[in-house]
């Protein structure tokens, strides 16, 4: 099966600082990715998502990068905040057909004020 | 739009009862509905995918005859956790997908948290 997995498990930054989070995953087949944002004891909340057609996209304070040569995704937030502390987790899939999202491992943010 | 709600939010049970969580779409439908299970300070991992009308589809090491998933219709899925042990103590959550929209984007709802006594 995929395995996507998370270089770092915990990431804590400052309050107004930028904040990344990086992401590999090993099955060259996928060509959709989401991130998703999870507070303890919730379900996770799509954050924004990123076709293999693409190399970045951006949302509100937020932007995916894709880099398929070495097949890494990361998570990039401006300005963190505290609201922003929760578990980040990346999810590999297929924009058609098989509907399976695999996740990996999850990255702590934890934003200090 | 795309809220999906999960019931009940918690519940404790003691070992060899069975238990049923309910996973609704509340304003789509989903022909599609995951089930995924969470250990604590541990990623999501897919139990079963849960097609409206047939069987669900069971990843690898995951007992059917445990974990029962019914999907009767496009805004309800189940799932029973029969004879449940202590060891069935987790977070399970589950998704949907929404029918006819392009993409793969799942729609999660917010967890049921089971504790076997």
């Known amino acids: 099966g995929e395995s996507v997995g998370l270089h770092l498990p915990t990431l804590s930054v400052q309050e107004g600082d930028n904040s990344i989070i990086n992401c590999a995953y090993s099955?060259?087949?996928?060509?959709?990715f989401i991130w998703y944002k999870q507070e303890s004891g919730k379900g996770p909340q799509f954050i924004i998502d990123?076709?293999?057609?693409?190399d970045k996209r951006q949302g509100q304070r937020v932007t995916v990068l894709l880099n398929k040569t070495v097949k890494h995704l990361s998570l990039q937030i401006a300005a963190t905040q505290p609201g922003d502390s929760a578990v980040y987790f990346c999810a590999e899939g297929h924009q058609t057909g098989a509907n399976n999202l695999f996740f990996g491992t999850g990255t702590r943010l934890t934003v200090i004020p | 739009g795309a809220v999906v709600s999960q019931h009940p939010s918690r519940v404790i049970c003691k070992s060899g009862t069975s238990v049923k969580i309910e996973c609704r779409s509340l304003d789509f439908q989903a022909t599609t509905m995951f089930w995924y299970r969470q250990f604590p300070k541990k990623s999501l991992m897919l139990m079963a995918t849960s097609n409206e009308g047939s069987k669900a589809t069971y990843e690898q090491g995951v007992e059917k005859d445990k974990f029962l998933i019914n999907h009767a219709s496009l805004t309800l899925s189940t799932l029973t956790v029969t004879s449940a042990h202590p060891e069935d103590s987790s977070f399970y959550i589950c998704?949907?997908?929404?029918?006819?929209?392009?993409?793969?984007?799942?729609?999660f709802g917010p967890g049921t948290r089971l504790t076997v006594l």
């Open positions: 099955n060259s087949a996928s060509d959709y």
């Open positions: 990123i076709r293999s057609n693409m």
């Open positions: 998704s949907a997908r929404w029918h006819g929209r392009p993409g793969n984007e799942q729609f």
